[in-house]
């Protein structure tokens, strides 16, 4: 039987294709593939720091305030509660175009050298614009899939940092080596992205399919190819010197195996067409099996008697309640649902269980943040050659990625099998980090590579596993803010950790060298360290606050054992109204949609079709 008998069932199915939930999947993909540009400032930094002149504690400032506008998403998650997504893609488009056009114009000295509070404006800006499209598609795609948020949040989120990696081999091919034109490619780039798909991204109605995990594994093998590619390119590119056409080459290696995604998408529709096309041909390979809901009886707290319907006196609490409004509305605050249940924003925000969160992400990936951050400076004062530090930089977005989609994938495994908690895999993951912190320490030689290495998987990991654990703790209706609330951890860790303890001690440093070698600073004029002093008090600091946060994460292991033993995707199972495809093992198509608990008996019903009409069910019993 031929798929497409008319140029009119290839169009029904290419709108199929463009309406799915797996082609939303892929638009995402794309989106989070170009908006990881926050990740690339090592590479722009020193042009940032020459061109305007600035010390190395102004470009951390710089840094503070790169890192504060991409995790000050609040604003983002905000608007995404009450408009539609293509709104939040919209206004990231616009704030990104803008930031780092400005920032593009001011290095170029295309306008007059900028205040360093009009730099960290426009950074901040630019930076901010990223959580609009990232929050709307990846809490799109977390509500669609809410069973597989685990390895949705980790797939997403890693593809963020990927973006790193494949933004360099972009820039490479169009702009070879003019590090300046770097910022105009991610000023316009990830803005075309997200107005192409801008009525694609969107929460759709529910549809449970057991064969989910599969298809998201088939993505996740996707992007591995993606990221092995780009390993494999960064090591020929270390070596050897590209041209353009060479660079293009590489990049359009990286596109085509990033585009194999929508070959995934494609081969699901497929399959969901073919069992549409059987069950038009053959009624009796489509069943419909619903659920015949029992009348409902009256809730038990209501009294029959109707002499009770009398106006009962006012009690001593509703007389407190009426005439102190507040103070009940700050007892609501602090009187939170069960763990797992729908938590309001302020609720969330002033729990214990989020508290502990904010303040172990903030000890380390604040930390991590920080070697992220200054691996241009840390590879210049170590004496490392400019492609290094180039590697250095493309490395951590690599394993950044790994990072997040292990975690990710890796937690949803063991949480299902074995419900072992994420807070557990959080506290080792937070741990591990302090090796990378040590490294970079103590300056052993080529430590660089594996403590890029390190900490690029643990920043990853940390963020990835925070995002699901906050999705499980406090519920999704008020995701889109909460997992904001969630990312401010890191601009805050930043601040403390890189402008006032990295930034401070590294300057402090560069001082005593020119000093020791008789030289006198002039206005304007950079500090310069050399040698391993430069950074190693400030990263045993770093390790000491992130076994601090270890520890403060243990305490949410011990708060929610508990809980994660317990079957947390229950009631996403159990939801009154949502459908669940599936296919029977046969060729058949079957459709079953669950009612909530109240349900008593089941029947089905065989549905004849007529071959120009979607299936649809017999209004007769």
Same mark, same amino acid.
């Given at each position: 039987?031929?798929?497409?008998?008319?140029?009119?069932?290839?169009?029904?199915? !290419?709108?199929?294709?463009?309406?799915?939930?797996?082609?939303?999947?892929?638009?995402?993909?794309?989106?989070?593939?170009?908006?990881?540009?926050?990740?690339?400032?090592?590479?722009?930094?020193?042009?940032?720091?020459?061109?305007?002149?600035?010390?190395?504690?102004?470009?951390?400032?710089?840094?503070?305030?790169?890192?504060?506008?991409?995790?000050?998403?609040?604003?983002?998650?905000?608007?995404?509660?009450?408009?539609?997504?293509?709104?939040?893609?919209?206004?990231?488009?616009?704030?990104?175009?803008?930031?780092?056009?400005?920032?593009?114009?001011?290095?170029?000295?295309?306008?007059?050298?900028?205040?360093?509070?009009?730099?960290?404006?426009?950074?901040?800006?630019?930076?901010?614009?990223?959580?609009?499209?990232?929050?709307?598609?990846?809490?799109?795609?977390?509500?669609?899939?809410?069973?597989?948020?685990?390895?949705?949040?980790?797939?997403?989120?890693?593809?963020?940092?990927?973006?790193?990696?494949?933004?360099?081999?972009?820039?490479? @091919?169009?702009?070879?080596?003019?590090?300046?034109?770097?910022?105009?490619?991610?000023?316009?780039?990830?803005?075309?992205?997200?107005?192409?798909?801008?009525?694609?991204?969107?929460?759709?109605?529910?549809?449970?399919?057991?064969?989910?995990?599969?298809?998201?594994?088939?993505?996740?093998?996707?992007?591995?190819?993606? !990221?092995?590619?780009?390993?494999?390119?960064?090591?020929?590119?270390?070596?050897?010197?590209?041209?353009?056409?060479?660079?293009? !080459?590489?990049?359009?290696?990286?596109?085509?195996?990033?585009?194999?995604?929508?070959?995934?998408?494609?081969?699901?529709?497929?399959?969901?067409?073919?069992?549409?096309?059987?069950?038009?041909?053959?009624?009796?390979?489509?069943?419909?099996?619903?659920?015949?809901?029992?009348?409902?009886?009256?809730?038990?707290?209501?009294?029959?008697?109707?002499?009770?319907?009398?106006?009962?006196?006012?009690?001593?609490?509703?007389?407190?309640?009426?005439?102190?409004?507040?103070?009940?509305?700050?007892?609501?605050?602090?009187? @939170?649902?069960?763990?797992?249940?729908?938590?309001?924003?302020?609720?969330?925000?002033?729990?214990?269980?989020?508290?502990?969160?904010?303040?172990?992400?903030?000890?380390?990936?604040?930390?991590?943040?920080?070697?992220?951050?200054?691996?241009?400076?840390?590879?210049?004062?170590?004496?490392?050659?400019?492609?290094?530090?180039?590697?250095?930089?493309?490395?951590?977005?690599?394993?950044?990625?790994?990072?997040?989609?292990?975690?990710?994938?890796?937690?949803?495994?063991?949480?299902?099998?074995?419900?072992?908690?994420?807070?557990?895999?959080?506290?080792?993951?937070?741990?591990?980090?302090?090796?990378?912190?040590?490294?970079?320490?103590?300056?052993?030689?080529?430590?660089?590579?594996?403590?890029?290495?390190?900490?690029?998987?643990?920043?990853?990991?940390?963020?990835?596993?925070?995002?699901?654990?906050?999705?499980?703790?406090?519920?999704?209706?008020?995701?889109?803010?909460?997992?904001?609330?969630?990312?401010?951890?890191?601009?805050?860790?930043?601040?403390?950790?890189?402008?006032?303890?990295?930034?401070?001690?590294?300057?402090?440093?560069?001082?005593?060298?020119?000093?020791?070698?008789?030289?006198?600073?002039?206005?304007?004029?950079?500090?310069?360290?050399?040698?391993?002093?430069?950074?190693?008090?400030?990263?045993?600091?770093?390790?000491?606050?992130?076994?601090?946060?270890?520890?403060?994460?243990?305490?949410?292991?011990?708060?929610?054992?508990?809980?994660?033993?317990?079957?947390?995707?229950?009631?996403?199972?159990?939801?009154?109204?949502?459908?669940?495809?599936?296919?029977?093992?046969?060729?058949?198509?079957?459709?079953?949609?669950?009612?909530?608990?109240?349900?008593?008996?089941?029947?089905?019903?065989?549905?004849?079709?007529?071959?120009?009409?979607?299936?649809?069910?017999?209004?007769?019993?």
């Amino acid at each position: 039987m031929a798929l497409f008998n008319s140029w009119q069932e290839l169009r029904l199915f !290419a709108l199929q294709v463009f309406a799915g939930k797996w082609f939303m999947v892929f638009a995402t993909i794309l989106i989070m593939s170009v908006n990881g540009s926050s990740y690339m400032f090592g590479l722009y930094s020193n042009d940032i720091k020459s061109s305007l002149g600035y010390d190395q504690s102004t470009l951390n400032l710089i840094s503070f305030f790169k890192d504060l506008g991409g995790n000050l998403g609040v604003l983002a998650g905000l608007i995404n509660e009450v408009s539609p997504p293509w709104v939040v893609l919209s206004v990231g488009a616009a704030m990104n175009f803008f930031g780092y056009f400005m920032i593009w114009m001011s290095i170029a000295g295309h306008i007059a050298k900028p205040h360093v509070w009009q730099m960290c404006l426009y950074i901040c800006i630019a930076a901010n614009s990223l959580s609009f499209p990232n929050t709307a598609a990846l809490v799109a795609c977390v509500k669609n899939f809410p069973e597989s948020r685990g390895s949705v949040i980790g797939f997403l989120k890693g593809l963020i940092v990927l973006s790193g990696a494949i933004l360099t081999q972009l820039y490479h @091919a169009i702009y070879k080596d003019d590090s300046e034109a770097l910022v105009l490619l991610i000023a316009w780039l990830p803005a075309a992205v997200s107005l192409v798909f801008l009525r694609t991204i969107r929460i759709m109605k529910r549809v449970r399919q057991p064969n989910k995990l599969r298809v998201f594994c088939n993505f996740l093998y996707v992007s591995l190819g993606v !990221a092995a590619s780009l390993m494999a390119l960064i090591i020929i590119q270390n070596r050897l010197r590209f041209n353009r056409l060479q660079y293009a !080459a590489s990049a359009s290696v990286v596109l085509v195996l990033l585009f194999l995604s929508l070959y995934v998408v494609i081969n699901e529709e497929l399959k969901l067409w073919k069992h549409k096309k059987q069950g038009q041909t053959d009624p009796s390979k489509f069943t419909l099996m619903t659920e015949n809901p029992r009348i409902s009886e009256p809730p038990s707290h209501v009294n029959e008697n109707p002499e009770s319907s009398e106006p009962q006196p006012i009690t001593n609490r509703a007389l407190v309640s009426s005439q102190m409004p507040y103070l009940c509305w700050v007892k609501k605050i602090f009187k @939170a649902p069960d763990r797992g249940e729908d938590y309001t924003i302020l609720q969330a925000a002033f729990s214990i269980d989020m508290i502990i969160l904010f303040t172990a992400l903030t000890c380390s990936a604040g930390g991590s943040l920080t070697a992220i951050d200054n691996l241009g400076q840390l590879g210049s004062s170590l004496g490392y050659p400019g492609h290094s530090i180039t590697t250095f930089i493309s490395l951590v977005s690599i394993w950044n990625f790994l990072g997040r989609v292990t975690a990710g994938f890796a937690s949803e495994i063991l949480l299902a099998k074995y419900m072992f908690p994420r807070p557990s895999m959080l506290t080792a993951v937070i741990l591990l980090s302090c090796v990378g912190h040590l490294l970079i320490a103590f300056g052993v030689p080529h430590s660089l590579y594996f403590a890029s290495i390190i900490t690029g998987f643990c920043y990853g990991a940390q963020l990835s596993l925070l995002f699901v654990i906050i999705s499980e703790l406090f519920g999704l209706k008020y995701y889109s803010t909460l997992y904001n609330v969630g990312a401010l951890s890191s601009p805050l860790g930043s601040y403390i950790f890189n402008v006032k303890v990295a930034g401070h001690l590294y300057d402090k440093e560069a001082r005593k060298q020119m000093e020791a070698l008789g030289l006198v600073r002039k206005a304007g004029q950079e500090l310069t360290c050399n040698g391993g002093r430069c950074y190693k008090m400030a990263f045993l600091v770093i390790t000491v606050a992130t076994l601090f946060g270890c520890l403060v994460s243990f305490i949410l292991v011990l708060r929610t054992r508990r809980f994660y033993k317990s079957d947390i995707y229950k009631k996403f199972r159990e939801e009154k109204g949502e459908t669940e495809i599936m296919s029977t093992g046969n060729g058949n198509t079957l459709v079953e949609i669950e009612n909530s608990a109240a349900v008593s008996t089941s029947s089905t019903l065989t549905v004849a079709a007529p071959p120009e009409t979607q299936p649809r069910a017999n209004k007769e019993p």
